[in-house]
């Protein structure tokens, strides 16, 4: 249990080999925390910061509708009648879900650049993970197994007693994240369960991902944790990566080692330091950058690829990728590293008018899904940033 002010930055928690319950150790810790003290103040003082935060936002917003970068062309595909929460490619279909129930299959026309070939009627479609030909969508109480080499023929359910929010496959297992905190192990040949991870996480496990320079499973979600798991899946390392929920997660990965980036509804995308930790088990927050408006969605635009600078012929690494916002915007960011570390804003789009949930690379640019009910394809095959 935490400190009821772990959120203001009290690192207190309850000791497991205490006698007393979690309940009475927070109720002795609380009446000397100084944070109790500073509670009125704190409270004053991060309102006062929301205010700010808004301010600012809403300037950056108005800026925006004028900025040249939203003259890029940019196609709108406007079917579904509620927001558009995953989105994902397979060759050349574009594949929407969305909390109308429906997922639609898009294809290219030589008058438009997506039209709808096939809608299917699955529930809310959550999350959408490709391996090869075989898509995996996740929804209120399955996982459904696509095989798109066969015309989008579904080939098998796996079955769940909650809603499910978060899928990663790695060889022949299937992991999937629910919204009571529950991580499922699934085999792909047999389609059968051979694991529960139970209380991976508490509520909605958002991301599940896999380090490919030590293989170990790495997961968040709304309780703004960080976790990582072993081969047998125990969990061997966490960390509080944000104060609110981590909404999204994924690797950078560098010749030199590995970067963690995650967005949080904090405003904040952090990248952590992640490439001692496989002999190590350090985690450290190397950049930050706060966007002040929640982060929704991020997807990694380029790799990361070195580039020489003629004025010194050093060299840096850069990586691209775009962040989708709870207030419509998309950032498009530089992730530039030297001798230091940078996120350097390159474009502010305004392209909805809701929370950006969805993002995906497409072509020299992105496609995205909105709260607002629609999809933006903005290919810019013009103008690359």
Same mark, same amino acid.
Request: glycine share 6%; with cysteine; net charge neutral.
């Given at each position: 249990?935490?400190?009821?002010?772990?959120?203001?930055?009290?690192?207190?928690?309850?000791?497991?080999?205490?006698?007393?319950?979690?309940?009475?150790?927070?109720?002795?810790?609380?009446?000397?925390?100084?944070?109790?003290?500073?509670?009125?103040?704190?409270?004053?003082?991060?309102?006062?910061?929301?205010?700010?935060?808004?301010?600012?936002?809403?300037?950056?917003?108005?800026?925006?509708?004028?900025?040249?970068?939203?003259?890029?062309?940019?196609?709108?595909?406007?079917?579904?009648?509620?927001?558009?929460?995953?989105?994902?490619?397979?060759?050349?279909?574009?594949?929407?879900?969305?909390?109308?129930?429906?997922?639609?299959?898009?294809?290219?026309?030589?008058?438009?650049?997506?039209?709808?070939?096939?809608?299917?009627?699955?529930?809310?479609?959550?999350?959408?993970?490709?391996?090869?030909?075989?898509?995996?969508?996740?929804?209120?109480?399955?996982?459904?197994?696509?095989?798109?080499?066969?015309?989008?023929?579904?080939?098998?359910?796996?079955?769940?007693?909650?809603?499910?929010?978060?899928?990663?496959?790695?060889?022949? #297992? !299937?992991?999937? /994240?629910?919204?009571?905190?529950? %991580?499922?192990? @699934?085999?792909? $040949?047999? +389609?059968?369960?051979?694991?529960?991870?139970?209380?991976?996480?508490?509520?909605?496990?958002?991301?599940?991902?896999?380090?490919?320079?030590?293989?170990?499973?790495?997961?968040?979600?709304?309780?703004?944790?960080?976790?990582?798991?072993?081969?047998?899946?125990?969990?061997?390392?966490?960390?509080?990566?944000?104060?609110?929920?981590?909404?999204?997660?994924?690797?950078?990965?560098?010749?030199?080692?590995? #970067? !963690?980036?995650? /967005?949080?509804?904090?405003?904040? %995308?952090?990248? @952590?330091?992640? $490439?001692? +930790?496989?002999?190590?088990?350090?985690?450290?927050?190397?950049?930050?950058?706060?966007?002040?408006?929640?982060?929704?969605?991020?997807?990694?635009?380029?790799?990361?690829?070195?580039?020489?600078?003629?004025?010194?012929?050093?060299?840096?690494?850069?990586?691209?990728?775009?962040?989708?916002?709870?207030?419509?915007?998309?950032?498009?960011?530089?992730?530039?590293?030297?001798?230091?570390?940078?996120?350097?804003?390159?474009?502010?789009?305004?392209?909805?008018?809701?929370?950006?949930?969805?993002?995906?690379?497409?072509?020299?640019?992105?496609?995205?899904?909105?709260?607002?009910?629609?999809?933006?394809?903005?290919?810019?095959?013009?103008?690359?940033?």
């Amino acid at each position: 249990m935490e400190c009821v002010h772990a959120g203001s930055g009290c690192t207190w928690r309850s000791d497991s080999s205490i006698l007393k319950s979690p309940a009475e150790q927070l109720t002795s810790h609380v009446s000397v925390c100084p944070y109790e003290a500073l509670s009125g103040y704190i409270a004053e003082k991060n309102a006062e910061i929301a205010e700010l935060r808004t301010a600012v936002a809403k300037l950056e917003a108005t800026l925006a509708l004028n900025s040249p970068e939203n003259l890029m062309p940019c196609h709108t595909l406007s079917s579904h009648t509620a927001c558009v929460v995953s989105l994902a490619m397979y060759n050349t279909l574009l594949l929407s879900g969305s909390m109308d129930g429906t997922l639609k299959v898009w294809t290219t026309s030589p008058s438009a650049p997506f039209v709808i070939s096939q809608e299917l009627q699955l529930g809310p479609t959550f999350q959408m993970k490709l391996v090869g030909s075989r898509m995996h969508t996740a929804h209120e109480n399955s996982v459904k197994v696509w095989d798109f080499s066969l015309a989008s023929q579904l080939i098998a359910t796996l079955p769940h007693n909650v809603c499910v929010k978060a899928l990663y496959v790695l060889d022949n #297992l !299937l992991f999937s /994240g629910t919204v009571n905190g529950d %991580i499922l192990v @699934w085999n792909l $040949t047999t +389609f059968q369960p051979i694991r529960t991870i139970a209380g991976a996480h508490k509520g909605d496990i958002r991301e599940i991902t896999v380090s490919k320079r030590t293989g170990m499973l790495w997961t968040t979600g709304d309780d703004g944790y960080v976790r990582v798991w072993n081969s047998v899946f125990e969990c061997v390392k966490e960390f509080r990566a944000h104060k609110g929920p981590i909404r999204v997660m994924t690797f950078v990965n560098l010749d030199s080692g590995e #970067l !963690l980036m995650t /967005g949080s509804d904090d405003t904040y %995308i952090r990248l @952590w330091d992640v $490439t001692n +930790f496989s002999n190590r088990g350090i985690v450290a927050c190397m950049h930050q950058v706060c966007c002040f408006t929640g982060v929704a969605a991020l997807t990694i635009l380029q790799n990361a690829t070195k580039v020489t600078l003629t004025s010194s012929s050093s060299t840096k690494t850069v990586c691209e990728f775009v962040s989708g916002h709870t207030d419509g915007t998309i950032r498009w960011w530089s992730l530039e590293i030297a001798r230091n570390v940078q996120m350097v804003k390159k474009h502010l789009l305004t392209l909805h008018t809701d929370a950006v949930r969805a993002l995906i690379p497409y072509g020299t640019g992105f496609i995205s899904g909105s709260y607002d009910n629609t999809i933006k394809v903005c290919p810019f095959p013009q103008k690359k940033p």
